[in-house]
């Protein structure tokens, strides 16, 4: 190593990609292998390089919610147990413990020790098959505690100097559904870890351990300082953003609400989340600070420069306020099982809504998390073991898409906010083999995107049909679901995206009977359950869209000819609607003298602007909705906007 202990940039490079790629390794290798469905087929899970010290060296494109909080239950089990010793596996999935997320993400910590020196530890969590609790796959809305949410472990040594702790192993075992699937990941996820371990050792061995040190020092210090000056472009002061979970499942008409407070100051930036709802008689919802921590940082990420390097260094300069108590901080035995996606979202989104009026960079928010989940037992055992056949799938398939950006529209079909694009849908061929389901129709729908200069994905429906035999058990839970009545924010002046509707019909009805969020629900055959998820957020004022890109859209059935007019002022000449599609043209002068028109119309002032008014006492409740078309009510003590009742009044 040089004197100077300085590695050259080259150097630097080229070990920083090979442990990119050995950690991007670790984790493929599980999905190609798994036997949780989710893990396999959506590529719910994460693995995370940190160094010695426990932070985050190498991220890499899995889900956030495993990858960013590294760094807090890891820091939890080595408070508990010190440095691992060589050939330790802790297992553990405890979030007021790990202060992590919810129980079926199990977390997995293995050292890397190289001719007796600790150099690195690697830090994995997934989803697995089932983690006990009321229902297959743990889910449970109505769960008065976390212990009725599923088995809560601790973080135990399961293999400890390379031994299994067969009692440890006996005593989780058995108190989960699945149990063979889920022991079979775990020993998947270990081997996968012990040949990314061997992959890092031959680096070792190739250029020195000191080197392989500087290199991931010198990474992390690039992190933070790359992190810095992204801050330093933003305008000092103070920024807010608030949204809300529909509700929590178990208090009906009451919303969950997340506040945010954003100080930036110089190079740093502090996200004080005081004002949020405590914690008490909240359910289902709660948010562990990790959790909290996790969806603070993504906005950031995707408010910034992507090549600043995702490793502890980014994350230094990201302050975080989440008292203890508040659904960002719950205490035990508060329950929290969807914080990965519902309260992850509202968290991200009122982060990203503070973001929008700090920096143009940040975007307009993802749609929200809109996909129902499925557990439930077939009438049939495993000749094997006679054991009866469970089954549980979180297809994570009725998403809307991305939110926009400057420049881009946002990307259609890409998964909720809290997702990052990186999971994937279950395809439907799959998941009509494994659950008691088939699809009529999976599609994007009209007059769904959120509307802007540049628009947020287009919403999605899908239509599926139970087809479950006799005797079996089929369970809906629709807690991972958010945004029937709070819909993603535009940025920059781009008006809110429409909200989403759940539905189902039971058999020989042929009546749609309003699903509600947060809750679970018995299928049968022949019921259809029905989802609109609504598109992303867009971006600047839509009055500003080419018209060229409205006349595409309104030809290819994506916008009505009516929202083309209503939303966007784009008038589509009469005499063009034929049966030939590619016939669609603009009339540009009625387009020029109908925006111009629009601007000046109250209804078309951004509904935030509006809000902010009533509680100043500008405007009152009444003009609002007269002059505005905005509906304020109160809720939580504070003067709030009634968005479903708003996107009725206002021109769509």
């Not at 775990?186 to 040949?195: F, T």
């Not at 035999?469 to 369970?475: D, K, N, Q, S, V």
Request: net charge negative.
């Amino acid at each position: 190593m040089p004197a100077n202990n300085k590695v050259d940039e080259v150097t630097v490079s080229v070990i920083w990609n090979k442990l990119m790629n050995i950690t991007r390794e670790v984790g493929e290798r599980v999905v190609h292998s798994a036997q949780s469905y989710v893990m396999a087929n959506a590529r719910d899970l994460g693995p995370v390089l940190l160094n010695d010290r426990g932070h985050i060296v190498c991220q890499v494109e899995f889900l956030p919610c495993h990858c960013l909080l590294a760094e807090i239950p890891t820091k939890a089990i080595l408070d508990k147990f010190g440095p691992l010793d060589e050939g330790d596996m802790v297992i553990g999935n405890d979030g007021f413990i790990l202060r992590s997320g919810h129980l079926p993400d199990w977390t997995f910590l293995v050292p890397i020790y190289y001719e007796g020196e600790l150099v690195f530890y690697y830090h994995f969590r997934g989803h697995m098959a089932d983690s006990g609790g009321a229902y297959s796959g743990s889910y449970f809305p109505q769960a008065y505690d976390c212990i009725s949410e599923g088995l809560n472990i601790p973080p135990i040594k399961i293999i400890e100097k390379g031994e299994t702790d067969e009692k440890a192993k006996e005593i989780i075992f058995d108190n989960i559904r699945t149990s063979a699937a889920v022991w079979s990941d775990c020993m998947l996820i270990y081997g996968s870890i012990r040949k990314g371990q061997d992959d890092i050792k031959k680096v070792i061995e190739r250029y020195g351990v000191d080197v392989v040190k500087e290199c991931c020092d010198q990474m992390i210090k690039r992190g933070e300082d790359a992190m810095r000056n992204e801050i330093k472009a933003i305008q000092d002061g103070e920024y807010t953003g608030e949204t809300a979970v529909d509700w929590d499942g178990t208090t009906p008409d009451r919303p969950v609400w997340v506040r945010v407070k954003l100080t930036v100051k110089d190079d740093e930036m502090t996200f004080d989340f005081s004002e949020s709802m405590n914690c008490n008689n909240v359910d289902f919802v709660n948010s562990p600070l990790g959790n909290t921590y996790c969806f603070t940082y993504l906005p950031v990420y995707y408010a910034t420069d992507p090549n600043v390097p995702r490793n502890h260094g980014a994350l230094v300069p990201i302050k975080i306020i989440a008292p203890e108590g508040s659904i960002t901080n719950p205490t035990r035995p508060s329950t929290y099982g969807a914080c990965g996606c519902s309260i992850a979202g509202e968290i991200t989104d009122a982060c990203t809504q503070a973001l929008s009026k700090a920096t143009k960079k940040a975007q307009g928010v993802f749609s929200r998390h809109y996909s129902v989940d499925v557990a439930g037992r077939l009438p049939i055992k495993d000749p094997r073991t006679g054991a009866d056949l469970e089954y549980f799938g979180a297809p994570f398939m009725e998403e809307g898409g991305s939110g926009a950006v400057e420049g881009h529209d946002g990307w259609d079909g890409m998964c909720g906010t809290v997702l990052a694009g990186v999971i994937k849908h279950g395809s439907v061929e799959v998941c009509e083999n494994v659950m008691p389901f088939f699809w009529e129709e999976m599609n994007l729908m009209q007059d769904m995107e959120g509307p802007g200069q540049w628009i947020g994905a287009r919403g999605s429906v899908a239509i599926r049909h139970c087809n479950a035999p006799e005797g079996a058990t089929t369970l809906l839970m629709a807690g991972d679901a958010s945004g029937t009545f709070f819909p993603p924010a535009g940025s920059n002046g781009a008006p809110y995206a429409p909200t989403g509707n759940l539905y189902m019909k039971t058999a020989g009805s042929d009546k749609k009977e309003v699903f509600p969020t947060m809750c679970m629900k018995p299928m049968f055959p022949g019921d259809i359950l029905y989802t609109e998820c609504m598109g992303g957020g867009g971006y600047g004022n839509p009055l500003d869209r080419d018209p060229e890109k409205i006349r595409l859209d309104v030809r290819d059935e994506y916008i009505s000819v009516k929202r083309a007019r209503n939303v966007y002022g784009v008038v589509i000449d009469p005499a063009s609607l034929t049966d030939n599609p590619e016939d669609v043209a603009v009339d540009m002068a009625a387009t020029e003298a109908l925006r111009k028109e629009l601007r000046d119309d109250p209804r078309y002032r951004h509904v935030d602007d509006v809000r902010e008014d009533v509680r100043a006492g500008k405007i009152s409740v009444q003009e609002a909705k007269e002059k505005y078309a905005v509906v304020i009510k109160e809720d939580d003590g504070r003067l709030v906007i009634d968005y479903k009742e708003t996107e009725k009044l206002r021109p769509h």
